[in-house]
């Protein structure tokens, strides 16, 4: 079914974004220009006692509920991340646009995948009209998501965001339109995206972006797994659910990487580490392998194994004698940063895949 070849596309890009994040989210931007806030703010502020009536607004018309969902579903396999969000361009206090024409004019196939956006009503659309225009959408239906304006404390030489004025909060929050303006030359962003999602997964981010790529610069937590998810990348999708910038590469652009390609590199997911190395004294492996476990303020390994790899086809065959081995199904995507790696035909897992797991992607450390 097209949803389903288009979740499939979303899923591997879940962690895409990695390559865009700022060191443990606590960078405060880089220099946009000298951007001043309005003197009014439009925005709402919301308390819900209790959980809403199930919605038959405007997300549930032409596709926009559907695609609401398949979001919501791309952040699953990241039980860490407790928002998404995209850019969607910066609009010029002088244009009078209608704000749903000047979306299809500046995102059109943003638009096209995530239809919602458009019709986000008036009362969340947050700010002053004008600046960086990003949408967030919540985790789920229970997550309590608070948009706030601030401004930067200088006193300690630090800054320390103090919050003048909340725009918006909800114990069960909808997607939201937010403008961010920033302070002058200190390139501080003028709003705090607060987020506790139904799961306990939680952030604090202050939006910024990379001005070249277009993609936000999203926070991450322990072993720089993302807190908020970038869905910028849909659209790049088609109607498929194929990667229009990946031509004649492959499904979405990720192939079955080579021995030579994963010669010497080190690749992390959540607790673990795994090393690929080249050469091996048995002639039936392309070299070793070493996977290692880590606890969060511990020095030093939990646990280390040794072992053996090769590619072998379309499957990394790893081999961890007296423990576990097996031939698992892998791809690496364009930029050679993300492997994605399934479990074995014969429902073997590797080592670092967690109970009920059945596929995982890893992000290069080095090579």
Same mark, same amino acid.
């Given at each position: *079914? !097209?949803?389903?070849?288009?979740?499939?596309?979303?899923?591997?890009?879940?962690?895409?974004?990695?390559?865009?994040?700022?060191?443990?989210?606590?960078?405060? =931007?880089? !220099?946009?220009?000298?951007?001043?806030?309005?003197e &009014?703010?439009?925005?709402t502020?919301?308390?819900?006692?209790?959980?809403?009536?199930?919605?038959?607004?405007?997300?549930?018309?032409?596709?926009?509920?559907?695609?609401?969902?398949?979001?919501?579903?791309?952040?699953?396999?990241?039980?860490?991340?407790?928002?998404?969000?995209?850019?969607l361009?910066?609009?010029?206090?002088?244009?009078? $646009? %209608?704000?749903?024409?000047?979306? #299809?004019? &500046?995102?059109?196939?943003?638009?096209?995948?995530?239809?919602?956006?458009? /019709?986000?009503?008036?009362?969340?659309?947050?700010?002053?009209?004008?600046?960086?225009?990003? +949408?967030?959408?919540?985790?789920?239906?229970?997550?309590?998501?608070?948009?706030?304006?601030?401004? #930067?404390?200088?006193?300690?030489?630090?800054?320390?965001p103090?919050?003048?004025?909340?725009?918006?909060?909800?114990?069960?929050?909808?997607?939201?339109?937010?403008?961010?303006?920033?302070?002058?030359?200190?390139?501080? %962003?003028?709003?705090?995206?607060?987020?506790?999602?139904?799961?306990?997964?939680q952030?604090?981010?202050?939006?910024?972006?990379?001005?070249?790529?277009?993609? +936000?610069?999203? %926070?991450?937590?322990?072993?720089?797994?993302?807190?908020?998810?970038?869905?910028?990348?849909?659209?790049?999708?088609?109607?498929?659910?194929? @990667? $229009?910038?990946?031509?004649?590469?492959?499904?979405?652009?990720?192939?079955?990487?080579?021995?030579?390609?994963?010669?010497?590199?080190?690749?992390?997911?959540?607790? #673990?580490?795994?090393?690929? +190395?080249?050469?091996? /004294? @048995?002639?039936?492996?392309?070299? &070793?392998?070493?996977?290692?476990?880590?606890?969060? =303020?511990?020095?030093g390994?939990?646990?280390?194994?040794?072992?053996?790899?090769r590619?072998?086809? @379309?499957c990394?065959?790893?081999?961890?004698?007296?423990?576990?081995?097996?031939?698992?199904?892998?791809?690496?995507?364009?930029?050679?940063?993300?492997?994605?790696?399934?479990?074995?035909?014969?429902?073997? +897992?590797?080592?670092?895949?967690?109970? @009920?797991?059945?596929? *995982?992607?890893?992000?290069?450390?080095?090579?």
């Open positions: *079914m !097209k949803s389903e070849k288009r979740l499939t596309a979303a899923l591997l890009a879940v962690l895409l974004a990695l390559s865009l994040t700022a060191c443990g989210g606590e960078s405060l =931007g880089q !220099k946009i220009g000298e951007n001043v806030p309005p &009014t703010t439009a925005g502020e919301t308390t819900d006692a209790a959980v809403p009536a199930e919605s038959t607004g405007p997300e549930e018309k032409d596709g926009a509920g559907e695609a609401l969902a398949l979001l919501r579903r791309c952040m699953e396999p990241v039980p860490r991340i407790a928002l998404a969000a995209a850019y361009g910066n609009r010029s206090g002088e244009d009078t $646009m %209608p704000l749903s024409n000047w979306l #299809w004019e &500046t995102v059109p196939g943003l638009m096209e995948q995530m239809p919602f956006i458009g /019709e986000i009503p008036e009362d969340r659309i947050l700010g002053g009209g004008y600046g960086d225009l990003y +949408c967030l959408v919540p985790r789920d239906d229970s997550t309590t998501l608070a948009v706030n304006w601030v401004h #930067w404390d200088r006193s300690d030489g630090e800054g320390k103090q919050v003048e004025e909340v725009l918006y909060r909800s114990e069960y929050a909808e997607p939201v339109l937010v403008y961010v303006w920033y302070e002058g030359a200190l390139d501080a %962003p003028l709003i705090e995206i607060q987020a506790i999602a139904g799961n306990g997964a952030v604090t981010w202050y939006p910024t972006l990379d001005r070249e790529s277009g993609y +936000c610069i999203v %926070p991450t937590g322990e072993n720089d797994v993302p807190l908020v998810l970038d869905f910028s990348f849909f659209a790049f999708l088609d109607e498929e659910g194929n @990667d $229009m910038e990946d031509g004649d590469f492959g499904d979405d652009g990720w192939l079955p990487p080579t021995n030579e390609g994963l010669a010497d590199t080190s690749w992390a997911c959540e607790e #673990w580490s795994l090393e690929l +190395c080249r050469g091996s /004294e @048995d002639p039936g492996w392309f070299g &070793t392998a070493e996977l290692c476990r880590w606890s969060a =303020g511990v020095a390994a939990d646990e280390t194994r040794d072992g053996f790899w590619m072998e086809g @379309d990394l065959c790893l081999e961890f004698p007296g423990v576990s081995g097996g031939s698992f199904p892998v791809l690496v995507d364009p930029s050679g940063e993300h492997l994605f790696i399934r479990q074995a035909a014969d429902g073997a +897992c590797p080592p670092f895949f967690d109970e @009920d797991m059945a596929s *995982m992607e890893l992000t290069l450390s080095y090579g």
